[in-house]
């Protein structure tokens, strides 16, 4: 058994949650309610896609993969202690906080916090955004990670022998490194970027998929204090997006039209620059 999607990201904030709901109601158009003591966005039918708790210093604090049942996550769990990974199931206080049945933490090679899981929890209010924004998840999961891996020969194998997830494409650049994981029909749920240093992970960014390139486009123009880098069209998933800096300091790509992989025709292949044009950076 597998990892089937991204389920949900936990980040974290210097700032205020006020200013993440504002953010992400204002700009990304999702929906967000404070609850305990974090802020917890939906952009479809799930309790939530993304937590945000207030902390020294914003980044990630963990990223939610569904294996899709119990049984799949007991075979994980096994995966894991057979190949000496550290492994702690979650209390039933942390499944209620994550909406979710059961679900296990553990570390990839390189450091990033992981919570496997199963059972999250649909809810009866319908989700309405707030611009009119229609996300593009259900079986494809939230969007992807770029995860910055320390240990990135150890951690790609880590996703791709253990978790089960598929190559789709490969960057080997001059200044960059880079494998982009699938886990279900989303060309990648999963970039995984060679890290300047050996030692450590960082989220570099997350990407949430509209349905519209009019919705892209607006983001840009309700976004323009938080804009990192203009609308473009990557070479590899055919993604046009835009680039925001979210509040926690961590960059929301937010995109249109993304690639699907075909398994029965899929081959793998290289790509030499991320772009076919736009996403040049901005100053702000």
Request: proline share 5%; aromatic share 12%.
């Given at each position: 058994m597998s990892v089937i999607s991204l389920g949900y990201i936990h980040l974290t904030t210097e700032g205020t949650l006020g200013e993440w709901k504002n953010f992400a109601t204002s700009v990304l158009g999702a929906a967000a309610v404070e609850r305990d003591d974090e802020l917890l966005i939906r952009v479809d039918e799930k309790a939530f896609r993304i937590a945000v708790t207030q902390a020294d210093s914003g980044g990630l604090a963990s990223v939610g993969l569904d294996v899709g049942d119990a049984a799949g996550l007991d075979l994980l769990r096994q995966k894991l202690a057979e190949a000496g990974y550290a492994v702690r199931e979650g209390s039933a206080e942390e499944a209620r906080r994550r909406s979710v049945i059961r679900l296990l933490h553990c570390?990839?090679?390189?450091?990033?916090?992981?919570?496997?899981?199963?059972?999250?929890?649909?809810?009866?209010?319908?989700?309405?955004?707030?611009?009119?924004?229609?996300?593009?998840?259900g079986d494809l999961g939230l969007g992807h990670v770029l995860l910055r891996a320390g240990r990135y020969d150890d951690t790609l194998a880590f996703y791709r022998d253990i978790l089960g997830f598929r190559i789709s494409d490969v960057w080997n650049g001059k200044e960059v490194t880079a494998t982009f994981l699938r886990c279900n029909a989303r060309h990648h749920s999963i970039a995984l970027r060679k890290a300047d240093d050996?030692?450590?992970?960082?989220?570099?960014?997350?990407?949430?998929?509209?349905?519209?390139?009019?919705?892209?486009?607006?983001?840009?123009?309700?976004?323009q204090e938080h804009l990192?880098?203009?609308?473009?069209?990557?070479?590899?998933?055919?993604?046009?997006?835009?680039?925001?800096?979210?509040?926690?300091?961590?960059?929301?790509?937010?995109?249109?039209?993304?690639r699907r992989v075909d398994e029965a025709t899929w081959v793998v292949g290289q790509i030499d620059a991320p772009s076919d044009w736009g996403h040049h950076p901005v100053k702000n």
């Open positions: 570390n990839d090679p390189s450091g990033t916090p992981l919570e496997l899981f199963y059972g999250q929890t649909y809810v009866r209010e319908q989700f309405v955004s707030p611009l009119g924004v229609r996300f593009v998840t050996e030692g450590g992970f960082s989220l570099g960014h997350f990407m949430l998929q509209v349905d519209d390139v009019n919705t892209v486009g607006r983001a840009q123009e309700y976004g990192a880098m203009t609308i473009g069209r990557h070479f590899n998933d055919e993604m046009i997006s835009c680039y925001l800096r979210s509040p926690s300091g961590v960059n929301v790509e937010y995109g249109t039209g993304g």
